[in-house]
């Protein structure tokens, strides 16, 4: 799968997609990673990208001219590839995104912005727009990386089993269970027994029920969208009653 960044900051792509994960899996060939700079476009001699506000306002917003010219050359290098603008106004990105996209096999380019943002004609040229939360950063770049970094992770053979990404957190709208390893005693702390029982229909069950412990104890919103499976109201009984021994036993 091919990404290209639409960039000022091109270094700031290729640092981090030169190490782990990403890094063994550009060497590998699983993916490629390309950026354009908006800035070689530009026509003038301080090789400026952007622009005071039509309107009045504080801040410059980034020129339609290089942009769009970058992003010329990002379709030339990967036809039919799906435009994403990174934007704090767009989807906000979850799990369900992610997995479209890895299923899609489009190729992806990222508009990333920086200073007030984007001229809307240039938001006018992307196929979706992104946001990975609630808040604003300096630039495009860091959420652009996200977006890679989750999709990539369902390509075959960028992880070292495909299964470390299908089961991983809010894949079925749950929190992932606790993970432990050896030592089995550490400090005074040790593994859950029925990790180490070797049934792993024990196993099974106790992972699903900490997921669902941990999922309604620090994301409860994700529960009205998960997928039920059998065993689940047994489960949710059990933690209710276990909830409840809690609370009676710190009153006492």
């Keep these: 799968m091919e990404f ?5 900051f091109p270094e700031m792509i290729q640092n981090a997609c030169s190490v782990s994960i990403l890094g063994r899996a550009a060497q590998e060939g699983l993916i490629s990673v390309r950026c354009v700079n908006p800035r070689d476009y530009a026509t003038d001699r301080h090789r400026s990208v952007d622009d005071t506000t039509c309107g ?12 769009l ?3 010329d050359r990002a379709r030339e290098l990967v036809p039919g590839a799906l435009v994403a603008a990174m934007t704090p106004v767009g989807e906000q990105l979850q799990q369900e995104r992610v997995c479209g996209l890895a299923k899609s096999g489009r190729d ?18 992307a196929d979706l727009r992104l946001s990975i939360g609630d808040f604003v950063l300096t630039g495009g770049e860091l959420p652009a990386l996200c977006v890679m970094d989750a999709v990539a992770r369902f390509i ?4 070292g089993k495909q299964v470390s990404a299908e089961e991983d957190s809010f894949h079925y709208s ?9 030592p089995v005693e550490y400090h005074g702390k ?40 059998k065993g689940d109201g047994r489960l949710f009984l059990a933690l209710k009653e276990e909830k409840k021994e809690n609370s009676q036993a710190e009153k006492d």
């Excluded at 290209?4 to 000022?8: E, K, Q, R, Y």
């Excluded at 009045?56 to 942009?67: I, N, R, S």
């Excluded at 075959?156 to 992880?159: A, F, K, R």
């Design 190 to 229: 040790t593994v859950p027994e029925v990790l180490l029982s070797g049934d792993h229909a024990k196993i099974g069950q106790w992972r699903r029920k900490e997921a669902l412990r941990a999922t309604l104890r620090h994301r409860p919103e994700l529960l009205r969208q998960m997928q039920w499976q």
């Design 156 to 159: 075959p053979g960028v992880l």
């Design 174 to 182: 749950l929190l992932e269970y606790p993970q432990y390893t050896r």
């Design 4 to 8: 290209v960044f639409i960039t000022l």
């Design 56 to 67: 009045g306002g504080a801040g410059m917003v980034l020129k339609p001219q290089t942009y």
């Design 69 to 71: 010219a970058a992003l």
């Design 108 to 125: 992806l380019i990222f508009l990333c912005g920086h200073y007030e943002g984007f001229d809307e004609r240039i938001l006018m040229e």
